[in-house]
């Protein structure tokens, strides 16, 4: 008797497993990226301290470009990508999220009706514009900065 496929997945919460995307796509079926961890280990920046809290920001262009490379490493291989964590709740986040090419994205029960009522207004290809131009950002404050720019036209 044999079971049924199990899907494989793993976490991408750290740097190096974003950097080494490419070559664990190749033994799994899906990627979950992990935005809470990724940010901290990323930024080092410890998100449970209030003194550091205020530097981890997910907008981060190295964090959204360490994003970026787990996707296209995935899509590279036909392999989906999940998101997990306070960035898929992050209103702001949704068009660049979508833009990168986020598969499935994890929402706070919070968040949920707002993010469903953006994404059903969004244009993929202006998420992907968008996605663009903030990866050329070199801080979180530029990013959400340059998101209202591209919001406000």
Do not use: W
Request: aromatic share 4%.
């Amino acid at each position: 008797m044999s079971a049924p496929k199990v899907e494989l997945g793993i976490m991408i919460e750290v740097p190096s497993a974003a950097i080494m995307a490419e070559a664990l796509a190749e033994d799994v079926d899906f990627f979950s990226i992990g935005t809470n961890d990724l940010t901290q280990y990323t930024l080092a920046a410890d998100r449970l301290n209030p003194t550091l809290n205020y530097l981890s920001d997910a907008m981060h262009p190295a964090v959204l470009k360490l994003i970026d490379q787990t996707i296209r490493a995935a899509h590279a291989k036909n392999k989906y990508v999940a998101l997990c964590g306070e960035l898929g709740s992050d209103i702001q986040a949704i068009p660049v999220l979508l833009g990168l090419g986020i598969d499935e994205i994890s929402v706070s029960i919070s968040a949920l009706a707002s993010v469903k009522s953006l994404i059903r207004t969004l244009s993929v290809q202006e998420c992907r514009k968008i996605a663009q131009v903030v990866l050329q950002c070199t801080t979180a404050a530029e990013v959400r900065h340059k998101i209202k720019q591209v919001s406000n036209n």
